[in-house]
């Protein structure tokens, strides 16, 4: 079990509270005890906590793509990551570790959001394409992984638990 949470802005311009974006993922530390990390730029703001199963030391998050154009939180298991990797490697991508998220990280640079057709297992996660200036926001077919996702002032908020959403200011239950 891992969890995410971040948030994207309207606005490009817009900085994202990293402060608040660490204090979201506190609250789901329990869900990944192992480490946790941020990403922010302006725009938009990903976070992690992570429970440490697969690739226990290059598998930190948030990770990035060679040039650092895409961004990955995620949470869950794909099954068929060993499967994936070898055809992503013949198409050219290089990887840096062993752990499946990069598989899901280099699998959307190839096939875009179709990617999601080619995943088998239980996922929730956030890829931020940085030059599209797009979020995919996606969870597996079956839902078993949560993925709860709210809006305030314009911006989308999401997180793999409601109590992460309530810790931002204006966020409320009803």
Request: contains cysteine; charged residues 30%.
């Amino acid at each position: 079990m891992c969890g995410i949470a971040g948030w994207v802005e309207r606005d490009p311009r817009q900085e994202v509270d990293r402060g608040l974006l660490q204090r979201m993922t506190d609250l789901i530390r329990h869900r990944g005890p192992d480490a946790g990390g941020l990403f922010t730029e302006p725009g938009i703001g990903l976070g992690h906590r992570r429970l440490s199963i697969i690739d226990r030391e290059g598998g930190r998050q948030p990770m990035t793509n060679e040039d650092g154009s895409v961004w990955i939180v995620f949470n869950g298991e794909i099954y068929n990551f060993q499967e994936l990797r070898p055809e992503l490697i013949q198409r050219g991508h290089r990887f840096a570790t062993r752990s499946d998220t990069e598989v899901i990280l280099h699998a959307y640079e190839e096939f875009g959001p179709d990617c999601l057709r080619r995943l088998r297992g239980m996922f929730a996660f956030a890829i931020w394409d940085r030059p599209k200036r797009q979020l995919l926001l996606a969870r597996d077919r079956l839902g078993k992984k949560p993925l709860y996702y709210t809006r305030r002032d314009g911006a989308l908020l999401f997180a793999s638990e409601v109590k992460a959403l309530l810790a931002v200011p204006g966020v409320t239950r009803g």
